[in-house]
């Protein structure tokens, strides 16, 4: 069985600030995709990212960054320059390739961005 | 791109009565659907899985005759809480995918039951 553990329950930090919102995984599957998700209040899911397992390049998308350590079995998330907009609550997320759908997510962190 | 669209998106019901939240996938076929439950401050956990012209299959701790699914269609799938009550209070949530794709997922605007 899949687990996504997101160890930092609650993060707050104050604007223009860098986070990193950790994630860690455990899995007996070879291939899989991990996930990050940002939930804002109004509830919907937000898609964020998706990598594949056979994919440790780090990627970058704008203040977004994804840092994917195979070896530590770590997807981790870092904001950059943070901005109150990012207040949400971030969830990491697994699935074994061929599930489908069928994510096991992390407990998520929520994170406050402050003015 | 691809959307998955829940409806309603907020209820609000008397105890004792059943409450249907539709899970549809608008652009692709989906044969199967997924359905989480979230309660406040809580992570989503998987409740069952859809499967169109058959069974759903309910995970661990999930009273099937409680969640009703129906998946009858490529492109619908229901879920009904019988004889709700103010503990199935949650936020639900459908996920769907196109058949044969590989890892692409899409979650539906999520739907807020409140049982009174």
């Known amino acids: 069985a899949q687990k996504v553990t997101q160890a930092q329950t609650e993060i707050s930090v104050v604007e223009k600030e860098d986070v990193t919102l950790d994630c860690v995984y455990e899995?007996?599957?070879?291939?899989?995709?991990l996930f990050w998700y940002k939930q804002p209040p109004s509830g919907e899911l937000v898609f964020l990212i998706r990598?594949?397992?056979?994919?440790?390049q780090n990627e970058i998308s704008g203040r977004y960054s994804w840092n994917f350590q195979k070896s530590t079995s770590s997807f981790n998330f870092t904001i950059t320059a943070s901005q109150v907009v990012d207040s949400a609550v971030y969830f990491c997320?697994?699935?074994?390739?061929?599930?489908?759908?069928?994510?096991?997510f992390g407990g998520g962190t929520r994170l406050m961005v402050k003015p | 791109g691809a959307v998955v669209s829940q409806h309603p998106s907020r209820v609000i019901c008397k105890s004792g009565t059943s409450v249907k939240i539709e899970c549809r996938s608008l652009?692709?076929?989906?044969?199967?659907m997924f359905w989480y439950r979230q309660f406040p401050k809580q992570s989503l956990m998987l409740m069952a899985t859809?499967?169109?012209?058959?069974?759903?299959?309910?995970e661990q701790g999930v009273e099937k005759d409680k969640f009703l699914i129906n998946h009858a269609s490529l492109t619908l799938s229901t879920l009904t809480v019988t004889s709700a009550h103010p503990e199935d209070s949650s936020f639900y949530i459908c996920?769907?995918?196109?058949?044969?794709?590989?890892?692409?997922?899409?979650f539906g605007e999520g739907s807020r039951l409140t049982v009174l």
């Open positions: 996920s769907a995918g196109p058949a044969g794709g590989t890892g692409e997922l899409f």
């Open positions: 899995t007996r599957d070879t291939t899989y995709y």
């Open positions: 990598r594949n397992s056979f994919d440790e």
């Open positions: 997320a697994h699935t074994p390739q061929g599930a489908g759908n069928m994510l096991t």
């Open positions: 652009d692709f076929q989906a044969t199967t």
């Open positions: 859809s499967n169109e012209g058959s069974k759903a299959t309910y």
